[in-house]
């Protein structure tokens, strides 16, 4: 399955001019692992002035070490279930197609299109819902580590 949706960069141009520097199908950015694409990654602070392709690099927890954060698109099949993990981040997670089961230690919840998540760094695993594909947007950002409960859970390395 390929993420079609579109990613539109801005920028300036040769003359100092704001323009388009970019837009394109997130499925032709050739990411690392085409069902997590990626769709920038940035440092903080962001440095505007350079034209570099984030979406082509893999992803770390280095990346986080100066504050930095990315976007990501991610596709699951029906069916498809991820593993009970947990990360020293807060990812805010929008559903753009079909559903999905985020459980917890304790509890679920479907989530369907336009539901949004703020996830806080806790152990959760995703598992889709029907029989269609399910589509998530995330955000995610460096967070200080929820101390003791997650620690069988946590994940390093976000290595795409």
């Not at 499925?27 to 570099?52: E, F, K, Q, Y």
């Not at 009970?84 to 753009?96: P, S």
């Not at 509890?107 to 695993?125: C, E, F, K, T, Y």
Request: charged content about 20%; hydrophobic content about 40%; some cysteine.
């Amino acid at each position: 399955m390929a993420v079609r949706n579109r990613r539109v960069v801005t920028g300036l141009d040769d003359q100092g001019r704001s323009c388009i520097r970019s837009d394109e199908s997130i499925a032709d950015l050739a990411p690392p692992d085409p069902a997590r694409p990626l769709v920038w990654a940035t440092a903080l602070p962001a440095d505007n002035r350079s034209d570099s392709e984030p979406a082509a690099s893999p992803v770390s927890l280095d990346l986080f070490s100066n504050g930095g954060g990315f976007l990501t698109v991610a596709e699951m099949r029906p069916g498809e279930s991820g593993p009970l993990h947990a990360t020293d981040t807060v990812d805010y997670v929008i559903v753009l197609d079909g559903s999905v089961r985020m459980a917890m230690e304790q509890g679920d919840v479907v989530l369907n299109p336009g539901d949004i998540v703020v996830q806080r760094g806790v152990a959760h695993s995703w598992t889709v819902v029907g029989d269609k594909p399910m589509t998530m947007a995330c955000v995610v950002l460096p967070a200080k580590p929820v101390s003791g409960a997650n620690d069988e859970y946590n994940i390093r390395n976000l290595n795409h």
